[in-house]
């Protein structure tokens, strides 16, 4: 008792090898939720970086959606389009993981796993086929009339005008950082991510809103936002002012363009 006693004063367990002081057991331990997000976005943003296909298919789904806010669609045709773009990345994304797995698990040629990636292949085009019919049928009957007379009707949907600048804002800062190859998605990198969303929302309430006293308090927000950033280390002022820049600026032109 008393040599065990010894040994724990001494930083040692029974066996007589050293202990590291406040370090417990974190097998089994599931990441918090912020981190698991982070996780995922960064798989996303490595998916982008290394696979061609992939690329091709987001920026393809981008113009696509980005698109459909010029035509007079039902919120039923939006769900659809969007719905058929996301099964497109979805699928292309398993299809990155199955490879990546089958690699590791052989390193030279095996007729299995080459049937595997031709399987996994095979899902992706199906998806992409059945997103392509979807897009045709949905998408045809507006492509039809004026390019004008489309805008007009657009112009009265500043929902649509909303969701699409907002989701572009998004869009647009992980691209730039998969491209600048900087920071994460939640941390670091250029622009900030945090400033470009707050100071989007921002430049929304402003111009949904003829409250000055609301467009106010959600900039003091934003600022506050933007402050903890750089206090932080998180991010320098020069990438807090690019994310604010882009947010404000991408919103505006938005409205801008269609709703004035």
């Known amino acids: ?58 920026i393809i789904g981008v113009i696509v959606i980005g698109g459909s806010l010029f035509l007079n669609i039902s919120r039923l045709e939006l769900v659809l389009i969007i719905m058929a773009v996301a099964v497109v990345l979805v699928a292309e994304l398993i299809n990155t993981a199955i490879e990546k797995a089958m690699d590791l698990v052989s390193t ?35 492509l039809k009339p004026h390019i004008f007379s489309v805008i007009r009707a657009v112009k009265g949907s500043p929902e649509y005008v909303t969701l699409i600048s907002f989701t572009l804002v998004i869009i647009l800062v992980i691209l730039g950082k998969v491209l600048l190859g900087r920071g994460t998605p939640l941390h670091g990198g250029m622009p900030s991510g945090h400033a470009a969303v707050s100071f989007a929302i921002f430049a929304i309430v402003t111009l949904v809103t003829a ?8 900039f003091l927000l934003a600022l506050i936002i933007a402050d903890t950033r750089i206090r932080r280390g998180i991010h320098s002022w020069r990438e807090v002012l690019a994310g604010a820049l882009l ?14």
């Open 1 to 58: 008792m008393a040599s065990e006693r010894e040994q724990q004063r001494s930083g040692r367990d029974p066996r007589g090898t050293a202990r590291k002081p406040g370090r417990r057991a974190t097998l089994g331990r599931k990441p918090k939720m912020s981190q698991s997000f982070n996780n995922a976005l960064e798989g996303i943003v490595y998916a982008l970086k290394s696979e061609r296909n992939i690329r091709i298919h987001f």
């Open 108 to 142: 030279t040629y095996h007729p299995l796993v080459r049937l595997v990636k031709d399987i996994a292949a095979g899902a992706v085009f199906i998806a992409t086929i059945a997103a392509v019919i979807i897009g045709y049928l949905v998408l045809f009957k507006g």
């Open 247 to 260: 947010g404000i600026g991408l919103v505006t032109l938005f409205y801008w363009l269609f709703l004035t």
């Open 211 to 218: 409250n000055p006293l609301v467009s106010v308090l959600v």
